[in-house]
Structure formats: structure tokens, C-alpha cells
């Protein structure tokens, strides 16, 4: 016995976007209901948040490592980079590339805090922002 194929109010056949399942539908329906629909658009959001959540973790990480500082008191002044490296800071990170009103320096910001390193690249000084 042949499998029924679904009746959905309308005469077009259609394979669900979905899961493939067959029905007869109206001309435009892609899907067989809303859930199917639903999860369809779950599942094309979690590769895309796939494809970012690297990038956003190394960002998380590197905000907590400059907060670490800020609580051990190692902002505004030159410290090792090797130290924070090691800790999971990441200076490639995106950030916004944002300009000292006082010394006209270039800082890459993250949310509240803007860091420069030095020319020869071992050091960095974090400072953080006024909101
Ligand atoms: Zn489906």
C-alpha cells in the first residue's frame, strides 16, 4: 500500500523544507505547519551561532581576562602581555579601533575597556572607560 500523502488545502505537491515529507498544499507553502517551519529556522540559526561562538568566546574571554585585571589593579599602567596570554587574552579580537582625546593614541575597545600595546608588541596598557 502506497503511503497517503498529506492533504493541507491545496492541490500543489510539496516536500517540506524541513524534513522532506510529502503534502498537497497551497502554491507558496513550504512547510507542513509552523512547527516544522520552527525548527527549520532553529536549526539554520544554531549553524550561524555555530559559526560566531568561537569568535564571541575568545571575546568573552579576553573581557574577563582585562576585568581580572581590573580587580588585581593592573590597569593604567605597562604590564607584560605574555601574562595575559596565558590567560586567554586574544589582542586580534574584534574591537573598535577608538582615538585618546588627550594624546590623539589609538586604543582598540572592548565594551568598557580600550587597550593599546606597546611598538615592540610585549606590552599593554588597559584602561577603562568612562560610560
Ligand atoms: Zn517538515
Request: hydrophobic share 35%; charged share 30%; glycine share 6%.
Amino acid at each position: 500500500m502506497a503511503h497517503e500523502i498529506l492533504q493541507l488545502g491545496g492541490p500543489h505537491l510539496k516536500a517540506c523544507k524541513c524534513c522532506g515529507l510529502e503534502f498537497y498544499g497551497r502554491r507558496n507553502q513550504k512547510f507542513i505547519d509552523t512547527t516544522h517551519k520552527a525548527n527549520y529556522n532553529n536549526q539554520k540559526n544554531a549553524v550561524k551561532r555555530e559559526k560566531l561562538s568561537p569568535v564571541f568566546k575568545k571575546m568573552a574571554t579576553s573581557y574577563y581576562v582585562m576585568e581580572n585585571c581590573q580587580r588585581r589593579d593592573m590597569l593604567d599602567r605597562w604590564i607584560h602581555i605574555t601574562d595575559l596570554i596565558k590567560e586567554g587574552f586574544d589582542a586580534n579580537i574584534p574591537t573598535n579601533l577608538i582615538k585618546s582625546k588627550t594624546d590623539g593614541k589609538q586604543f582598540y575597545k572592548l565594551l568598557d575597556y580600550a587597550f593599546r600595546l606597546s611598538e615592540d608588541g610585549t606590552k599593554i596598557i588597559i584602561h577603562q572607560l568612562k560610560s
